[in-house]
């Protein structure tokens, strides 16, 4: 977990990432930070926040196989 939220970080610290995505990225930070829940539901949960932001069309084009990369990270567990 703490790998992916490194990823999501890097993403996070990119200028050109619009509001609306970076929201969806932090829920998805927040989602695999929770203490209380098994990483199945964590994941579970970031994954729906990732799934829509992989199909946003403000995204810029390098991002989208980042973002893709750390939902194939997450499918796995």
């Known amino acids: ?3 992916l ?10 200028t050109s990432i619009p509001k609306n ?11 695999l930070k929770e203490e209380d829940k098994e990483d199945c ?13 992989a199909e946003d069309p403000n995204i810029p084009s390098y991002v989208r196989p980042q973002i893709w990369n ?6 796995t567990l």
């Open 21 to 31: 995505v970076r929201l969806k990225i932090e829920n998805a930070m927040s989602a």
């Open 5 to 14: 939220i490194e990823q999501l970080v890097e993403i996070l610290e990119d």
């Open 41 to 53: 539901f964590k994941a579970n949960k970031a994954l729906q926040e990732l799934d829509d932001i």
């Open 1 to 3: 977990m703490k790998d």
């Open 70 to 75: 750390v939902v194939s990270q997450l499918e």
